[in-house]
């Protein structure tokens, strides 16, 4: 649990960095075996989108975290980055109003930058 905390603390500090929109961070740890956290997050176009992608794995992978995998880059409209515990979503804004994963994953617990940082 502790290094997917800093895994979230990391990739929120990245997607921070690069100007993210309303990132918001999930624990799902005690509903589903998936992860431990979500963390969900926008660019306003394609290119911020890659933006944040790339910052998130630049940041992650200078603390020795590596993902598992990387799906949706060509889109550049949906990018999920699973790295175990820690899954990133890196949406388009349309593709975030469409999809709604924070509507899907409500039993989650909220998690604020503050707590992360805690």
Do not use: C
């Amino acid at each position: 649990m502790e290094n997917s905390k800093k895994m979230a603390k990391l990739a929120y500090q990245a997607l921070e960095e690069k100007k993210g929109e309303d990132i918001q961070v999930i624990e799902i740890k005690d509903i589903s075996i998936i992860a431990d956290y979500f963390i969900i997050a926008n660019g306003t176009n394609a290119s911020q989108v890659d933006t944040l992608v790339d910052n998130v794995q630049e940041k992650l992978g200078q603390h020795g975290f590596k993902p598992n995998r990387i799906e949706g880059v060509r889109s550049a409209s949906w990018i999920l980055m699973d790295y175990g515990d820690l899954v990133v979503h890196v949406f388009s804004k349309e593709d975030r109003l469409f999809y709604n994963l924070e509507r899907i994953w409500r039993d989650g617990k909220t998690i604020s930058k503050e707590e992360l940082e805690s």
